[in-house]
């Protein structure tokens, strides 16, 4: 049994909302009988979700959705690289968490408190000017939401937050569980390493900038969907369990309750409806979605078995197919996650490969219409209203968070090196990081088998 961790308030006050009910932040004066003061403290108040069950998605709604959906998550198909190196025996070294707290207050800083923010915002007129200047900076926030965040829309989404004072809320739906594809990641589902908990400080670190203009305050929900995909990926429900207590435990070491909190998407789910009427929506409409996908997803219907197969390739490199491929050679391995179809293979190689294509395909579709039925429902405006979505994937209409490197720290590995005595942290494939360095040491921490980070040595 994993012990309990201290809850950050958001994540208290989330676990006392009933079913059935919107989570509304707002303010409410109250009277300070010993100061004598009247103040207005943001309060939540639980508003009952209206929702209509005759409400289905069409098959003209889901193959539109669909392909946004694969476009924006998943780009387009691309060839068949070389297969990468494979990853040496480094030397190991035993190393300690004092690394995070360094991190963390060289974050703070270098980005919030060296006059980074009065300096990029010095020239704005107005308070939602200056929040999305601090989103679109390569420092603080990431660069992309120049390009994809509509400046109009975000005013918009803004307006009812600022006119009542409110904190910012921001919702990112994240931090699964460490990826299994041995080309990315050596480590179990469970592990949390120094690249995740970088990508936290960082949305830490941004809260803290976006407080310098918008003195009510930031949050930020992690939304982890560890639960949500398990089942699917063919992770142990009980890897998530751990992996998504190690990120609660750094969040509290590192003392960042204020900032960022962590909810579960999967949960989420099941809130749409009050106990007394569940009718299992959520589940009814996942079903509708993943019926349609299956027969659209077809060569009679080239434009959506195309982006489709996109998919497949996509997520054969998020599944967890160690059992069926992990005493195979190294390229074969590779091949095998790569090749579009069974030709582009040895004949003694074909088994393996549609063994791993059928069960991929069926993940594919589920994992997509899991996707869409929140999209079609919308669950994250419904129970958390007032929120803004942002995204790990740049794409329009939703605000990207900082980026640490070429993947997101769930998918690679975390690596540390330093420039003019500055700690820097990145995230890259696995592969990516045997190619490109000759001199790394592996960083253990004292009684883990699983790397901490990965440190280039100079």
């Known amino acids: 049994m994993i012990n309990q961790?201290?809850?950050?308030?958001?994540?208290?006050t989330w676990e006392n909302t009933p079913p059935g009910y919107a989570l509304v932040p707002?303010?409410?004066?109250?009277?300070?009988?010993?100061?004598?003061?009247?103040?207005?403290?943001?309060?939540?108040?639980?508003?009952?979700?209206?929702?209509?069950q005759n409400k289905i998605p069409s098959s003209e709604w889901t193959n539109k959705s669909f392909l946004e959906f694969v476009r924006g998550e998943f780009g387009s198909p691309s060839h068949i690289e070389e297969s990468p190196p494979?990853?040496?025996?480094?030397?190991?070294?035993?190393?300690?968490?004092d690394i995070a707290t360094e991190y963390l207050k060289q974050c703070e800083s270098n980005f919030v408190y060296s006059g980074l923010v009065d300096a990029?915002?010095?020239?704005?007129t107005n308070m939602s000017e200056k929040i999305f200047t601090i989103f679109g900076n390569a420092l603080l926030g990431n660069k992309d939401n120049v390009k994809f965040l509509d400046k109009s829309y975000f005013f918009k989404s803004l307006e009812p937050l600022l006119k009542n004072q409110l904190r910012l809320r921001f919702l990112i739906p994240s931090f699964p569980f460490k990826d299994q594809c041995i080309f990315r990641t050596a480590s179990p589902p469970s592990n949390v390493d120094l690249g995740e908990i970088a990508q936290i400080i960082h949305l830490h670190t941004l809260a803290l900038a976006l407080y310098q203009v918008h003195p009510y305050g930031a949050d930020w929900i992690i939304v982890s969907d560890g639960y949500a995909y398990a089942d699917m990926l063919r992770v142990d429900i009980d890897k998530v369990d751990e992996y998504q207590h190690q990120l609660k435990w750094f969040r509290n070491f590192l003392n960042l309750f204020g900032t960022v909190s962590i909810i579960d998407l999967k949960e989420m789910t099941t809130r749409l409806e009050r106990e007394q009427e569940k009718t299992g929506l959520f589940e009814k409409t996942f079903e509708k979605i993943y019926n349609i996908l299956k027969k659209s997803a077809h060569p009679n219907?080239?434009?959506i078995y195309k982006s489709f197969r996109v998919l497949v390739r996509g997520m054969k490199k998020n599944i967890n197919l160690k059992d069926i491929i992990n005493d195979i050679e190294w390229d074969d391995h590779w091949l095998i996650l790569n090749a579009e179809s069974?030709?582009?293979?040895?004949s003694d190689l074909k088994e393996i490969w549609e063994t791993v294509d059928e069960i991929t395909v069926e993940a594919s579709f589920k994992y997509v219409a899991f996707n869409l039925a929140i999209r079609f429902l919308e669950i994250y405006q419904k129970l958390l209203p007032y929120s803004l979505r942002a995204t790990i994937h740049s794409k329009k209409g939703q605000i990207a968070v900082p980026c640490l490197g070429s993947v997101y720290p769930w998918n690679g590995v975390g690596v540390l090196s330093s420039d003019n005595g500055n700690i820097i942290i990145k995230t890259m494939p696995l592969h990516s990081l045997v190619k490109k360095n000759t001199n790394v040491v592996e960083c253990h921490l004292e009684n883990k088998n699983s790397p901490f980070f990965y440190k280039i040595s100079t």
Not at 86 to 97: C, F, G, Q, S
């Open 26 to 52: 707002c303010r409410r004066q109250e009277f300070d009988g010993i100061s004598e003061l009247i103040y207005a403290p943001i309060k939540y108040d639980h508003s009952p979700i209206s929702l209509s």
């Open 5 to 12: 961790l201290k809850k950050s308030h958001f994540e208290q």
């Open 86 to 97: 494979k990853p040496p025996n480094w030397d190991r070294e035993i190393t300690n968490v």
């Open 120 to 124: 990029i915002t010095q020239n704005c």
């Open 342 to 346: 069974k030709e582009d293979i040895r």
């Open 301 to 303: 219907n080239m434009t």
